[in-house]
């Protein structure tokens, strides 16, 4: 038997396939992208972040969590973000791996830290970035939020999610109601998550670190300079429920 695997590996595929240029500034190749990097690694899922191209907007707030909430706030406002998600978003639609990716939000604590008034104006934004990524890319969408009081001002995504037909995914946390999938935070083996779930951090994938056994989905984390043929044979052991 074999598990499902769900690969959190864009610095390395961007490292491999675009030598470290990121694929955002070319929203109309995100397609040609993620079709290159599945068939490389041959991921179930490919989680594709949105974070990338979302902290180019948020670089002249600095640190303070209220200004990269505004500031995320404002390029929604501004309209270019979202039509640049939207461009990506359709590209991948009619892409050959368009049901293995994952896009993936941060979470409000991610751009607002945990103020909170940062923290309800950064959903309110990521709900208008769903908006637009839901309705084209339908299936899965992934939410990575470690932080709980993050998560908790999250159900308006939630909402916007079942309302376009989406699961959710959430990185960060082993278990939370409205997720169909929970991958828990680790940098070797997490536990189990919802949906019998576990995470193989980047640390734990380069050593030896095995897969629990009744773990059906794994998030595997690669790093951008993980050696290409290590990367498909510990693919294949993790794969395999019998490694």
Known sequence: MARTLWLD???????????GEDPWLQPDSIGIFCDEAIKLLGADYL????????????????EDGEARAEALDDAVG????????????????????????????PGPAVIGSDDT???????????????????????????????????AETGSLFRIAEHAGCAMMVLGHADYEDAAYCFPSTDTASPLGKGGCQTIGSEGFSGDVAAHLSAEHIRIQIAADAPPEFVLERLASLRSKEA
Do not use: F, K
Not at 47 to 62: F, M, T
Not at 78 to 105: C, D, H, N, Q, Y
């Open 9 to 19: 590996a864009y610095d390395y595929a961007v490292a491999l396939l675009r030598s």
């Open 47 to 62: 989680l594709l972040p949105l974070a990338p191209l979302l902290e180019r907007y948020l670089r002249e707030a600095g």
């Open 78 to 105: 501004e309209g270019e973000l979202l039509e640049t998600i939207g461009r990506a978003m359709t590209v991948l639609a009619v892409s050959s791996g368009a049901a293995r990716v994952v896009p993936v939000l």
């Open 117 to 151: 008034d940062a923290l309800d104006i950064a959903s309110m934004a990521l709900g208008d970035i769903l908006r637009a990524v839901a309705p084209i890319q339908s299936g899965i969408v992934g939410l990575d939020e470690p932080e709980r009081a993050g998560l």
